[in-house]
């Protein structure tokens, strides 16, 4: 029975092979839909798996109690006009120096760095690249765990005379450098010469993530705050702080002393509002969740019009294909075979066309996630779980859009299919 069914199966897919052949233009049609479906999932699902990845490295490296400060809230659904009467907010002013070296000297904080994020072209040589750029201030290495060596982190005096110097992490180093020593060269970073002075080791957790400075499968690079600014033109409004509490403060604690410097420092009366925004990590991850939660919404909702255009495809041909072969399913059932038998033929071959565009859109948005984690700083990886998934929609797509054509050919009276024309 079981060597029957594999034959009955084998012979599905011969013949669905056989209708690819005879009707390209449909059956290619049906397997670019499908591929489409497949490959929005698989490419998406490897880009998002690659930022949760970082994102969590991050959030690790600064440590449970450590928080954030930024210029306006995190808002992820509401949209701002022109005339800034929905987000008042953008009128914020930015975070300053100063007002980070306040918040330092406070008896409950251990640390505070002013940070931006950028992003740069690295030459040196005949090698180029894109890669990130963490931008610090000297009390970086505070609130972010690692080692440089060879080198050394940069100096007060280095950051407050702008020097060109640049600190890179190992994969920028070797991507740049190859096994030669990287240290004290000069590379080029948005056409401006900087020296490397240090290669960032990332110190990996118990949980084994490295820290968001080194960035473990991303190439980056650590440049002083003042040197990008001069040099590099930094956009200082955007400007955060990373704040981290002395031992034993709890996050509640330090966020009150900090909203107070901060209040005081911009003059707030009682009965202004803040405008700044502290984000503990708990906050941060909620808005990470709601924004990818909305990302992956609209990912399956691609997804899904590329399988429905695929499946449309599948009842189309599959339905031609039955009429076609009106006669040859009458000859087959005047010499015994049953209707499951014929419902299982058509089905066979119905998954095997989008199987074939299955197979397709998984290796393109395979190819998807090793271009984006060979030539970006996302390090985007394919999780076995979207490829099943990927896989099993496909299949679910090519029985459901495969069954009406089946069962329209398992229920085809013999003697009448035999005088088909």
């Not at 040589?125 to 610090?136: C, F, M």
């Amino acid at each position: 029975m079981v060597f029957a069914r594999l034959t009955v199966a084998l012979e599905g897919v011969g013949i669905a092979f056989d209708a690819i052949r005879a009707n390209k233009v449909r059956a290619g049609l049906t397997i670019m839909g499908v591929a489409i479906g497949v490959f929005v999932v698989v490419a998406m699902s490897s880009v998002v798996t690659g930022i949760n990845e970082s994102f969590a490295r991050d959030l690790e490296a600064a440590g449970p109690t450590s928080f954030y400060i930024y210029r306006r809230p995190l808002n992820t659904i509401n949209s701002c006009d022109p005339t800034e009467e929905i987000c008042p907010d953008r009128r914020n002013p930015g975070i300053t120096i100063a007002e980070a070296q306040a918040i330092q000297a406070l008896p409950s904080i251990q640390a505070v760095t002013a940070h931006v994020g950028m992003g740069g072209q690295f030459k040196y040589k005949d090698r180029s690249l894109g890669a990130g750029i963490e931008v610090y201030t000297p009390s970086w290495t505070g609130v972010d765990g690692g080692d440089i060596y060879p080198g050394r982190s940069f100096t007060e005096p280095e950051n407050e005379s702008g020097s060109r110097v640049i600190i890179l992490n190992e994969k920028l180093a070797k991507n740049l450098f190859g096994d030669s020593d990287p240290m004290d060269k000069v590379i080029t970073v948005n056409d401006v010469s900087m020296t490397v002075i240090g290669i960032y080791h990332y110190t990996a957790s118990p949980m084994g993530t490295p820290t968001s400075a080194g960035g473990g499968d991303s190439p980056k690079a650590i440049v002083p705050y003042e040197t990008a600014r001069r040099h590099m033109n930094l956009w200082t409004r955007g400007t955060d702080l990373i704040v981290k509490p002395r031992p034993g403060v709890t996050v509640e604690k330090a966020t009150d002393d900090v909203t107070a410097v901060l209040r005081a420092k911009r003059g707030l009366k009682p009965s202004r509002d803040n405008n700044f925004a502290i984000v503990t990590q708990d906050r941060l991850m909620d808005v990470y969740n709601e924004l990818f939660g909305t990302f992956f919404l609209v990912m399956l909702a691609l997804s899904g019009v590329g399988l429905m255009v695929g499946g449309i495809g599948v009842i189309a041909i599959m339905m031609i294909s039955v009429t076609e072969r009106t006669r040859e399913i009458g000859v087959r059932k005047a010499l015994g075979a049953t209707r499951a038998t014929i419902l299982w033929q058509f089905l066979v071959e119905a998954v095997t066309l989008t199987a074939i565009g299955a197979i397709i859109g998984l290796l393109a948005g395979m190819a998807v996630a090793y271009i984006v984690r060979t030539f970006t700083p996302v390090p985007a990886s394919t999780p076995l779980l979207w490829v099943v998934t990927a896989l099993g929609m496909t299949a679910f797509t090519g029985i459901l859009f495969g069954m009406l054509p089946a069962m329209r050919a398992a229920r085809l009276d013999p003697v009448a299919a035999l005088r088909h024309e």
